[in-house]
């Protein structure tokens, strides 16, 4: 069997997870990645170089190659598909956070939404059977009429990422349909680690409380507490990506742990885990958590990580993956917020 795959974003945290998932499993693993003036390869560096940064010998320097390509150069990407002839494509390159695509919708339905398309018809055109991993999202449900969600809840996204995933998923139930693709999107809720990008809610909470628990940040400031998200842990995540493509059959799955929590309570966990105990007064702008032993204010919250439009509601239902791929998350919500931040100050002692 040719066990050879292709990743699109495999320096982004799926990607790093996903590429350490495969090479396990005895792929030759291949990573598309952007030419930029800066390296961004920390996440997949342990795997690149004998030793890496966990002094761990990395046994996949050699099945693990990377190429400079861009999706926005779809020559270059036709090209590489015909040089390796990938039986896998897993696509999780994008602009992938939420807030940022208000700031910047056209290069995020560009890049999630036109770069899937011409990745579709390229894959359309090759002359040998492959299989397509789209990395679509909750965030498509929106403001979902129901819940929790499963694959047959309609699409009502309130931003424009979430408008350019449900673009992209559409037509890759449409390239399945029409010309008999093997393309599958994973309808991924958050899933989180402690390779998550500083940006995102989960990781600013842990890295936050990881340095104010050192004594090295005095504050965190955060956006809307009361948020509620169903958050699991990406090693999971990418577990399931891998089986979709084994199933007999092409299918969209929603990949969620079926649990909430706010982001207040993801804080609390991840304070809690740290030695920090906060308290929270009030709702809503004026609330900030305090340290109960010195009074200290350790969260304040700025209008600024407010979004225009906040989806609610979003809980899935994975009862298809659990019941087709064999797939149920372990770890959920409030002990992903733990582990983060347990990772995080080690990781900060480690550095001192
Ligand atoms: O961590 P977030 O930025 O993640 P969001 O928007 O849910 O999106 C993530 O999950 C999606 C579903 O899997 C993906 F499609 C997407 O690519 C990304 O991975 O925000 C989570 C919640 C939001 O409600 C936000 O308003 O946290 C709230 N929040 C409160 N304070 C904040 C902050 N978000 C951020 N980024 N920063 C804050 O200070």
Known sequence: MNKTALITGITGQDGSYLAEHLLAKGYAVHGLVRRASMFNRSRIDHLRSPGGRTGRPSVSVERLVLHYGDLADLTSVRRLLRKLAPREVYHLAGQSHVGLSFEIPEVTCQENGMATLGLLEALRDLDYPVRFYHAASSEMFGSPRSGPQNEQTSFNPVNPYGCAKAFATQLCRVYRSAYGLFACSGIAY????????????????????????????????????????????????????????????????????????????????????????????????????????????????APRFYRATDPSHLVGNAALAKKALNWTPKVTGTAVARLMARADYDALMSAM
Not at 233 to 251: G, N
Not at 274 to 298: N, P, Q
């Open 190 to 301: 958050n899933h989180e680690s402690p390779r998550r990008g500083e940006n995102f809610v989960t990781r600013k909470i842990t890295l936050g409380a990881a340095r104010i628990a050192a004594g090295k940040q005095s504050v965190l400031t955060l956006g809307n507490l009361d948020a509620r998200r169903d958050w699991g842990y990406a090693p999971e995540y990418v577990a399931a990506m891998w089986r979709m493509l084994q199933a007999k059959a092409p299918a969209d799955y929603v990949l969620a742990t079926g649990k909430t929590c706010s982001v207040r309570d993801f804080a609390t966990a991840a304070f809690a885990e740290l030695g920090i105990k906060l308290k929270f007064s009030g709702r809503g702008t004026a609330e900030t958590g305090r340290r109960t032993d010195t009074g200290a204010i350790v969260i304040r919250i």
